[in-house]
């Protein structure tokens, strides 16, 4: 019985996280889809990046990301460059103007947060706390798995060519 409660649990949690994120794009997103802040976030939080591996973080085609990145670069909110390794290949960064809007943006999805969760009693505010040093686990796990899943797959891409 302990497996089907984690699964549960593991279903209503890929599923509330996804509806969080999309709800938060919506309310604080200004009309930039969810795709396009994810880049900004990975961007802000890891430096600049080739187009090829946001598009594959995100799970998308890479003309989609060039695309996007290009719209982003036109907003002035991100920079493609030359990647010093292979000048074949783009690297976007984010400008000064784009981290900006990403530290607003988090600002603004918290105090939409914080406001759908004022109604919480302290107990529950306390569970959801706790809840999230838990979740960050969970994310450390996922994120090193899809790191390693993109190293497994580019290992196997180099093989076939």
Do not use: F
Request: aromatic share 2%.
């Amino acid at each position: 019985m302990q497996a089907q409660v984690t699964d549960d649990t593991a279903a209503s949690v890929s599923r509330i996280s996804g509806s969080i994120s999309r709800y938060l794009g919506r309310i604080v997103g200004q009309g930039r889809s969810v795709s396009a802040w994810r880049v900004l976030g990975t961007l802000a939080d890891h430096g600049p990046r080739r187009i090829g591996d946001l598009a594959a973080g995100e799970r998308i085609a890479q003309p989609t990301m060039t695309s996007m990145v290009q719209r982003l670069d036109n907003e002035g909110l991100v920079r493609k460059t030359a990647d010093p390794a292979d000048h074949r290949a783009s690297l976007a960064e984010l400008t000064a103007q784009g981290l900006e809007q990403v530290h607003a943006y988090r600002r603004r999805a918290a105090d939409a947060l914080n406001e759908a969760m004022v109604h919480l009693d302290a107990e529950q505010r306390n569970m959801l706390a706790d809840a999230v040093s838990v979740l960050e686990q969970v994310a450390q796990q996922l994120q090193e798995h899809a790191l390693n899943e993109n190293h497994h797959a580019s290992a196997k891409k180099s093989i076939t060519e």
